[in-house]
């Protein structure tokens, strides 16, 4: 579907089209999802933003069926684009490594971005993230929401604003959301923590340990709030 600018009251001169206003109608494939697979499948010919013009491939989710935790990250970056592959770069091994630490069971969550192709700024050869904004975060949480719907985890982590936004529809501060557990309407519990890449960004090693440390202490209170089998 072609997405028209709205018509400025003011007739502003040459109204640009902005990225929020980006809509998607569901395609004939999209209306016939009713498994986990079925979406994986049909997200791979995903055109819902233009983000999908430039990207290797859409990364989607992975982890087991019956996840009783989903961690959701911003988007995939150089590698995961590559591969296909969700939280394989530095940023999943900062996370792979806290899991391990804080004693939550890696086999029983589920990994995913809230944005499902890479976008980047080309700059010579290599290719520089850049956050998707708000028309490109909206189109995608079609498929956000039928992972959660499919999995139906006791827990999600949002992980960094850009996941958080999609969760819990506005733009929000993660500084002042860290560490407070937030019920959904389906019953599961949200946390909102930073991204794993913000810890890698830290050039100070002191201040790098001490927030590796935060995070590492809000994924025990993840663990805490799994429910025992």
């Not at 956050?131 to 992980?159: H, M, N, S, T």
Request: aromatic share 6%; net charge positive; charged share 30%.
């Amino acid at each position: 579907m072609r997405w028209q600018p709205r018509r400025c009251a003011l007739r502003c001169p040459r109204n640009k089209p902005r990225p929020e206003h980006i809509m998607a109608e569901r395609s004939p494939a999209e209306t016939e999802i009713t498994s986990l697979a079925q979406a994986r499948a049909a997200a791979r010919s995903c055109t819902r933003c233009p983000l999908y013009e430039h990207a290797t491939q859409t990364v989607f989710g992975e982890g087991p069926r019956d996840a009783l935790v989903m961690f959701v990250g911003e988007q995939p970056g150089d590698k995961e684009d590559l591969a296909g592959k969700p939280f394989i770069g530095p940023a999943g091994k900062v996370l792979d490594e806290a899991v391990e630490k804080t004693g939550i069971d890696r086999r029983r969550i589920y990994v995913t971005n809230a944005v499902k192709h890479f976008k980047f700024m080309p700059r010579g050869k290599r290719r520089l993230h850049q956050r998707p904004d708000g028309g490109e975060i909206q189109a995608c949480k079609f498929w956000l929401e039928l992972e959660i719907a499919f999995i139906k985890p006791k827990i999600i982590v949002a992980l960094g604003a850009t996941a958080a936004r999609s969760l819990l529809g506005k733009t929000v501060t993660i500084g002042k959301l860290r560490g407070a557990p937030i019920k959904r309407d389906d019953g599961a519990t949200l946390f909102v923590t930073n991204h794993p890449s913000y810890l890698l960004r830290i050039r100070d090693k002191a201040d790098q340990a001490r927030e590796r440390a935060r995070f590492e202490e809000e994924l025990s209170m993840v663990r805490n709030a799994i429910p025992a089998p």
